[in-house]
């Protein structure tokens, strides 16, 4: 893995899902990972939330610190240039679109210095409404780029329906994805497929991806 | 992408449905957690030929759909619990002048600035005094995402029809959560709408949208019209999903994100042998109170479950006339009760009430 992973994408793509899982698949292959939760537009379901599963695999969190709290405040009580002094790999969980990816303007510059160490990832999901083409796709990533004054480096490909994601589902993204990367010359780093009992079988190579965000019915 | 299956959170279905509706004028103010309806709308809006403005401030947002709904156009505002009691006086301004228009409430902990974590502390304000006057609003309580888009539909629909304002009160679960939703045609909205104000040209007397009467007898008489509609309304419109009632002799009932949790609880009591079963009212107002009276000879008890101090359980005691006991248990202050919780009340009410 790069030093540093910055993870984008459109309001609901699955950002947090992927950074959890990242975190947690690199720190048991040996990475010694901090995943810092960058979101300062949605205070409902992050990556800080999932504090006890970041303990549970040596992950450390850095989260603002009304995180989680009834105080509604964008605030970032921590700055990229400090975490990549820890020498641990860092995992930035942004917010969502445009407006969740702005505060990655303020360490852009720094950012562009550590290029070779830096990767700048963009989820996507086909399944989602405002990304359900590649000119949707393309559109969001175009508006996350200006925000934040970096280019994305890697598309990942996270299409899914929730629990009833299927291999149909996780095929038509994997086409989309691919269209996705010929237009606009960024690769892939991965497709995920969520980890569920009717996707055991589906063929090729996926990022499994546990669902760790739940509602208490599920 | 007519009728694909797409992964969308509870705020964007409603609000790309409120689009395909016929939505052409949306206002909003931003407000955690229905910031969503509004950041999606000023994406989409622009696209179809709508309108998407930021309004300085609730009131300002629900004025401006009182004067967009006065020209016939379907508009729409949103918010969360505090906004919404701004808006109450724009609401009860459009009641009067019974013109249709929705308004969107994904609720959130109160009193006062409460908290951002999700509530169901806004019963009595949608249903009972969403502003000053005698009126009332059209209230649906969608309980997935699926029904978050279809329920504004059929509140635009009923709002045209009945001539009144139409409220969707829900809530930061539902508003949040993220769920397959598939998107039925658009429904038809162009309804004659003869009284709108939208330029006499010399050919028509003019259309006064106003809610404001010289006389107390002209007062008197709108009032009295206006609640002969609101029987059509109580006869023509309630609406509930009734779940292994039959055999019942525990009713747990709630709206909304409790409905979810408390179906998974009377699932768990089931397979524990306790006959339970589930009263979801999906309108609000008018409430649903043939589905609660039907089951009053062969239930024993009920329970109330929501994200409050206790206000749904009025309607639910009237519902039943007292002739049961109805019990209540709820969290409040973004506390969100789970359904091993709802289960261990269905088990105390099986041993004390069911001898």
């Known amino acids: 893995m790069k030093k540093i992973t910055v993870v984008t994408g459109h309001y609901g793509s699955g950002k947090s899902t992927f950074a959890a899982n990242y975190a947690v698949r690199c720190s048991q292959q040996g990475e010694r990972v901090t995943v810092a939760d960058m979101d300062t537009v949605n205070p409902y379901y992050r990556t800080a939330d999932l504090k006890a599963l970041f303990d549970e695999n040596g992950v450390e969190l850095i989260a603002p610190r009304y995180a989680g709290s009834n105080l509604d405040m964008p605030i970032i009580d921590y700055d990229i240039p400090g975490l990549y002094e820890t020498g641990r790999n860092i995992i930035i969980d942004m917010g969502g ?29 086909f399944c989602r409404c405002l990304t359900y083409d590649t000119d949707g796709a393309q559109e969001i990533l175009k508006e996350i780029e200006n925000a ?69 019915w599920n | ?34 910031t969503e309806i509004a950041a999606y709308m ?44 701004l808006k109450s006086e724009g609401i009860s301004y459009a009641a009067g002048c019974d013109l249709p228009c929705v308004i969107v409430n994904v609720q959130r902990a109160g009193p006062g600035l409460g908290g951002i974590q999700p509530a169901q502390n806004d019963y009595y304000l949608a249903t009972r005094a969403a502003g000053h006057g005698d009126f009332f609003l059209i209230v649906y309580a969608p309980s997935s995402v699926q029904e978050m888009a279809d329920y504004v539909v059929k509140a635009f629909d009923m709002a045209d029809k009945y001539r ?21 045609d658009p429904s038809d909205s162009t309804v004659n709408k003869d009284w709108a104000a939208t330029g006499h040209k010399n050919e028509r007397k003019h259309n006064i949208i106003n809610s404001l009467y010289l006389q107390p007898e002209e007062l008197e008489k709108s009032n009295i019209a206006r609640y002969k509609k609101y029987d059509i309304v109580k006869a023509e419109l309630p609406e509930a999903e009734s779940y292994l009632t039959e055999d019942a002799d525990i009713i747990v009932t709630g709206y909304g994100a409790s ?10 009591a089931r397979a524990e042998g306790i006959k339970a079963g589930m009263i979801r009212p999906i309108t609000l107002w008018p409430f649903p109170a043939e589905a609660y009276a039907k089951t009053v000879d062969t239930c024993k008890a009920y329970l109330c ?4 101090m206790g206000q749904m359980i009025d309607d639910v005691k009237l519902a039943t006339s007292c002739r049961r006991p109805v019990r209540f248990f709820g969290r409040t202050g973004g506390v969100i009760h789970t359904p091993a919780e709802i289960l261990e009340q269905i088990r105390t009410i099986a041993k004390e009430e069911l001898k």
């Open chain 1, 97 to 125: 679109d445009d407006a969740g990816a702005y505060p990655l303007g303020k360490f852009a510059a720094f950012l562009r210095e550590h290029k070779d160490e830096t990767e700048v990832l963009y989820v996507v999901n």
């Open chain 1, 148 to 216: 934040c004054g970096l280019k994305a480096t890697a598309v990942v490909n996270n299409s899914n329906l929730g629990f009833e994601t299927d291999e149909s589902i996780i095929n038509e993204g994997l086409k989309k994805a691919e269209k996705l990367s010929a237009e606009t010359g960024i690769p892939i780093f991965c497709s995920t497929v969520p980890v569920l009992e009717k996707c055991k079988d589906i063929k090729g190579e996926l990022f499994p991806v546990n669902i760790y965000i739940r509602n208490v």
């Open chain 2, 1 to 34: 992408m007519a009728n694909e299956r797409m992964l969308m959170k509870g705020n964007e279905a409603l609000a790309e449905a409120a689009v395909r509706a016929g939505c052409k004028c949306y206002f909003g103010y931003p407000i955690t957690p229905q």
């Open chain 2, 42 to 85: 000023s994406k989409r809006m622009p696209k179809c030929g709508g309108v998407f403005l930021q309004a300085e401030s609730e009131i300002a947002a629900i004025n401006m759909v009182y004067g967009a709904a006065a020209t016939g156009v379907r508009a729409m505002t949103s918010s969360s619990s505090p906004g919404v009691s």
């Open chain 2, 164 to 184: 009144m304002p139409a409220m969707i009160l829900t809530d930061g679960v539902l508003g949040q959560m993220m769920e397959p939703v598939v998107f039925s």
């Open chain 2, 259 to 268: 409905a979810r949790i408390v179906r998974s609880a009377v699932n768990a």
């Open chain 2, 305 to 308: 479950v929501e994200l409050s």
